[in-house]
């Protein structure tokens, strides 16, 4: 790197300093008969590299590959003038001096954002700890020659490895693996290959035959996507310890339903024979998607933070707006670390589940959890619940009882009193008697040996993709309305899936047992008091208040019920004002895109500013089965459009032979 200039004297620090990723990492990587590194994985925080050039080296021919130029910004030393930290930048970061000549040479830089921050570890190795990928303008992949970085990357110049075809070029896809380790049950060598030779709490527990079923489940899902990303976490001694592993789909799926994220660990506090942790999102049905799984040796905050900085890094780096666990310390830790701007809740389904196990054995059992579960699920103000709580506390003689104090602890967590400025989408549930079923229902229980969940990993996935397919198919085709009852039912009717619609019918069916009494507020907006009216035993009927305050300026309505957090469409006291004051229509700003059929959704990744080698077997490969990918999503869609793809596919295979009979 003879042309980059470094700075003489140290540059000031930044608070990139307090990052700390626990354990050690490396990086696999191969590279091709040029000495190029082959489709390079972008860089992402925690990966780790022997030297100061060999970061150089990754990220320029990452650059090299996206179409954009290296600089290095900076480069700090100690008083040993030994290099302990860098800064790489796009070639087009920051802006020129201005020049007093008569001449100037134009600006050509943009002020470009991306950058990789990289420091040196106690290890002696030097990790990313600071990425950004985005550019502030046009990439070009052809163009990568032109830049002045680019110049020292030719045949030969690093870890040549010899390939003798285009299966061995394969090969070098098939095994390029990003390995992080912390501390951990299997080797995994520079070939990808497993080995189960240490047992510890350190590590994964692994029977014979489960390392190189592990071995064989990401061989066959790389095969099949090649956008499919995994992570491997092994410790000092090499053993693996934690797995990360997520597809295309689910990567896609995270950009349309990421708002909310439940991060399932069931598997884990149950004690499974499969440490299962899963990332979990909810689709325009209201149906589970899944958004990446995990398997992790152990319960600890270095393990989940490992895990969650694999899932944040493989998603760009985009938090969810809200994120749910089960109530967990560690959790809350890691949760907060990872992901400090995301709202964390606690799942009240699994909370209300544990109430047999933390207090069936106390006098008076069914009196205490029926008065938890009043103050839980009748509260609709804090104060409301404070005063249930403490009630049941002295009366049942509980307020020293130790799962009931730390409840109370975290009860703005999981309380819906607490959550209603919370965006839940639907993931939280937080009506009496909902549970939350898993994704891997059926496929995954307490004795399923992890060979057999993974070989029926692919049996789960289609199962649950057939089920969205079908449910598409039920919206597009017909309406679960044949005759609405007001025009707000008629109205998403139009623009909501047939699954969201019936629970938004339950609701406006509910609507006309409200009746409201007007309260004018001095400020400006209305606050109605609107009564619901409801069955309480075979003969006999009750009614409760609820506030809503609405702004007719601003047409902006909020319900103390807080329905619309919660599940994403308008509560029947809503609708009530709005019918009441003459509201025609659902104001737009309340009809949420992500419930609608209209919305187009290819579970296909863009990646339009990767350049193509035509030369090359494996760019080729992924390239038509990118292509070919959205064949097949436009082509399910209905009956037509799967003749007219078969007709076109036929089409092409018959000009394919003629391409290969004109060649032999």
């Known amino acids: 790197m003879d042309e980059v200039s470094l700075n003489t004297e140290p540059g000031g620090d930044d608070d990139a300093d307090d990052f700390e990723v626990v354990g050690d990492c490396a990086m696999t990587e191969y590279v091709g008969q040029t000495g190029i590194i082959q489709n390079p994985l972008p860089p992402a925080v925690g990966m780790e590299f022997e030297t100061y050039d060999d970061v150089y080296y990754f990220y320029n021919c990452y650059a090299m590959e996206q179409g954009f130029g290296v600089r290095v910004s900076n480069t700090w030393y100690r008083k040993s003038r030994e290099k302990y930290r860098g800064k790489l930048s796009c070639s087009s970061a920051g802006f020129k001096k201005k020049s007093e000549a008569n001449r100037p040479r134009p600006e050509t830089r943009t002020g470009c954002p991306a950058m990789i921050k990289f420091r040196l570890m106690e290890t002696k190795r030097w990790r990313i700890i600071e990425v950004e990928l985005e550019h502030n303008h ?10 002045k970085s680019h110049k020292h990357i030719g045949i030969g110049t690093k870890r040549t490895l010899h390939l003798d075809g285009a299966e061995e070029v394969q090969k070098v896809r098939l095994f390029r693996t990003l390995i992080i380790d912390t501390e951990g049950n299997g080797n995994v060598d520079v070939n990808g290959v497993f080995e189960n030779n240490v047992d510890s709490s350190n590590q994964l527990k692994l029977k014979p035959g489960d390392a190189q079923a592990i071995q064989s489940f990401f061989c066959r899902l790389q095969l099949t996507d090649p956008n499919f990303f995994n992570v491997v976490d092994l410790n000092e001694k090499g053993c693996l310890r934690n797995l990360f592993w997520t597809d295309t789909r689910s990567r896609v799926a995270y950009r349309y339903f990421g708002d909310v994220v439940l991060i399932d660990t069931t598997c884990l506090t149950e004690r499974y024979n499969v440490p299962l942790v899963s990332f979990i999102g909810v689709n325009h049905h209201g149906q589970s998607v899944l958004l990446g799984c995990g398997l992790l040796a152990s319960e600890t905050i270095e393990s989940y933070t490992w895990l969650f900085r694999a899932w944040l890094t493989c998603m760009l780096g985009r938090s969810p707006q809200t994120i749910i666990t089960d109530q967990c310390r560690i959790l809350q830790i890691a949760v907060g670390d990872v992901f400090p701007r995301a709202y964390h809740c606690f799942s009240l389904s699994c909370i209300m589940q544990k109430i047999p196990e933390k207090l069936q054995g106390l006098f008076e059992y069914e009196a205490i959890r029926a008065a938890l579960h009043r103050a839980i699920y009748h509260s609709l103000r804090p104060e409301e ?42 993931v939280f549930s937080f009506l009496q008697n909902e549970v939350s079923t898993s994704y891997f229902e059926g496929y995954l229980d307490k004795n399923t040996p992890l060979k057999e969940f993974l070989d029926k990993y692919d049996q789960a996935l289609r199962a649950n993709y057939q089920l969205e397919a079908l449910a598409d198919m039920d919206s597009r085709n017909s309406s679960c309305i044949q005759k609405p009852r007001c025009y707000y039912e008629f109205q998403l009717s139009k623009l909501y899936t047939n699954e969201m619609l019936r629970k938004f019918q339950t609701e406006v069916e509910a609507m006309y047992s409200c009746y409201s009494t007007k309260h004018v507020s001095a400020d400006g907006p209305i606050t109605y008091i609107v009564k619901e009216e409801f069955e309480v035993g075979s003969n006999e009927k009750d009614s409760r208040a609820f506030d809503v305050l609405y702004n007719a300026s601003d047409l902006e309505v909020l319900c103390v019920c807080g329905l619309f957090n919660f599940r994403g469409y308008l509560c029947r006291h809503i609708l009530c004002v709005l019918n009441q004051s003459g509201m025609q229509e659902i104001p737009s700003q309340y009809i949420l895109s992500r419930w609608r059929k209209d919305v187009k959704r290819s579970y296909i990744l863009d990646h339009s500013c990767s350049g193509i080698d035509i030369k090359n077997p494996v760019h080729r490969y992924d390239d038509l089965y990118k292509r070919i990918v959205q064949v097949i999503e436009e082509g399910r869609q209905s009956q037509d459009r799967y003749k007219v793809t078969l007709q076109a596919l036929d089409k092409i295979l018959n000009k394919l032979h003629l391409v290969e009979d004109h060649q032999v």
């Open 138 to 147: 046009l990439l070009s992949p052809r163009s990568g020659k032109f830049y």
């Open 385 to 426: 619940f404070e005063a249930a709580w403490e009630d049941m506390i002295q009366r049942h003689g509980i307020k020293d009882h130790g799962w009931i104090q730390t409840l109370y602890e975290d009860r703005k967590r999981w309380a819906p009193v607490y959550l209603k400025e919370a965006y839940l989408s639907g």
